[in-house]
């Protein structure tokens, strides 16, 4: 069984993976499996590079990941030609990570993605887990963590699905606006539940 771990910017999606993994539920990050696609050397950077030149690039050849995030927010057709470059690579990839899981014998394991419902990854899972957190949270947490200021990270979470839609596309929800103690106890509760699942199947 797969289940998809979604929620909007700094909702802390890989706070809740390492909690399930400490609990012995292996995942795949999306964002992780993204970075590895635009490695230096990889056909997509490739691309990036041709179409936006020298300025996507950092001295050593890596991509200036913050520079690409300003252009393609600013231009919403740039960032639809990123995703068709980097998502079809993204999820070949993605599978066969899930599949390697699959294979070492994992009671299920988790495909983490801020993109999930909007990449249609959801399709890839038999499950899709929300981590909710109120909006002002959310500001204030991607401000803090990506060092920028509320007009970038407002503008970061007006690109993403709202959280309304989001919520409403959820088969399960983890609140993570209260404590580390709640959150683990809804970690834990979901993770009885999916090993049942998936010994059901």
């Known amino acids: 069984m797969i289940v998809g771990v ?9 706070t809740v993976a390492r909690a399930f993994a400490a609990l012995g539920v292996p995942w795949v990050d999306a964002d992780d499996v993204a970075r590895e696609v635009v490695e230096p050397g990889e056909p997509a950077l490739a691309e990036i590079a041709a179409r936006f030149g020298q300025r996507v690039l950092q001295a050593d050849g890596r991509l200036d990941r913050r520079a690409l995030r300003e252009i393609v927010f600013a231009e919403p057709s740039e960032r639809l030609w990123l995703e068709s470059v980097t998502h079809p690579r993204i999820r070949r990839r993605i599978v066969a990570h899930l599949e390697r899981l699959q294979n070492a014998g994992a009671p299920y394991v988790l495909l983490v993605s801020p993109l999930l419902f909007e990449s249609g990854q959801s399709e890839m899972v038999d499950r899709c887990l929300v981590i909710d957190v109120p909006e002002p949270l959310q500001l204030a947490r991607t401000a803090a963590r990506d060092d920028v200021d509320e007009q970038q990270a407002r503008a970061i979470l007006a690109a993403q699905m709202s959280r309304s839609e989001r919520l409403a596309r959820a088969d399960d929800v983890i ?27």
């Open 6 to 14: 979604t929620g909007g910017i700094a909702s802390g999606k890989s």
């Open 175 to 201: 609140d993570n606006s209260a404590s580390e103690a709640e959150l683990a106890a809804q970690v834990a509760e979901l993770d009885r539940r999916y090993r049942k699942m998936a010994a059901g199947r």
